[in-house]
Antibody, heavy 118, light 110 residues
Framework: EVQLVESGGGLVQPGGSLRISCAAS????????MHWLRQTPDQGLVWVSD????????HYADSVKGRFTISRDNAKNTLYLQMNSLRVEDTAVYYC???????????WGQGTTVTVSS | QSALTQPPSVSGSPGQSVTISCTAT?????????VSWYQQPPGTAPKLMIY???NRPSGVPDRFSGSKSGNTASLTISGLQAEDEADYYC??????????FGTGTKVTVL
């Protein structure tokens, strides 16, 4: 069964850092682009970042560029998102997703909640 | 202000058809050929329903169809069923190698 399981969410103060992870199983992880998306009731769904299967290419939304870093460990079938200089507006449910269709994501994790608050 | 505008809500009776529009308001979407649609029932993660404007992934009922005219993409649900009640989001790839998502539409089955 194809599965993505996020972990590492929690409460962090503004200006702080957090790393969230995503364990992939049931498919050849290194063959796929992977994405992080986030969702809030106010902003809806927002694309955050993506990374090529071999880790050689990454892209970021303007709102997180310079603060967030996406990475992957294909030996461990794990995707990461390092979040620094966190802001209150980064509070969201963060989803790990797989790009198994052209320019679309076809597998989603259950999400992990990140709350930035003092 | 989102680059992809959707109506907040649409509704229909069982068996009817409903159409959700997704209008691009930014030239960053380019030719707007890489539009996808996602269904999100309450309390669950989104599910891919349509990719590249008109293509259905395996397992998605053919009641769901996508189209595009100019800068407006559309998702049509034919033969509406109670299980189709959910939020629906469009998404588009951009010239900057990023993605926009639409504002979301709540579909209500009357």
């Amino acid at each position: 069964e194809v599965q993505l399981v996020e972990s590492g969410g929690g409460l962090v103060q503004p200006g702080g850092s957090l790393r969230i992870s995503c364990a992939a199983s049931g498919f050849t992880f290194s063959n796929y682009w992977m994405h992080w998306l986030r969702q809030t009731p106010d902003q809806g769904l927002v694309w955050v970042s993506d990374i090529k299967g071999d880790g050689s290419n990454t892209h970021y939304a303007d709102s997180v560029k310079g603060r967030f870093t996406i990475s992957r460990d294909n030996a461990k079938n794990t995707l990461y998102l390092q979040m620094n200089s966190l802001r209150v507006e980064d509070t969201a449910v963060y989803y790990c997703t797989r790009s198994g269709a052209p320019y679309a994501v076809d597998v989603w994790g259950q999400g992990t909640t990140v709350t930035v608050s003092s | 202000q989102s680059a992809l505008t959707q109506p907040p809500s649409v509704s229909g009776s069982p068996g009817q058809s409903v159409t959700i529009s997704c209008t691009a308001t930014s030239s960053d979407v380019g030719s707007y050929n890489h539009v996808s649609w996602y269904q999100q029932p309450p309390g669950t993660a989104p599910k891919l329903m349509i990719y590249d404007v008109t293509n259905r992934p395996s397992g998605v009922p053919d009641r769901f169809s996508g189209s595009k005219s100019g800068n407006t993409a559309s998702l049509t649900i034919s033969g509406l069923q109670a299980e189709d009640e959910a939020d629906y989001y469009c998404s588009s790839y951009t010239n900057s190698n990023t993605y926009f998502f639409g504002t979301g539409t709540k579909v209500t089955v009357l």
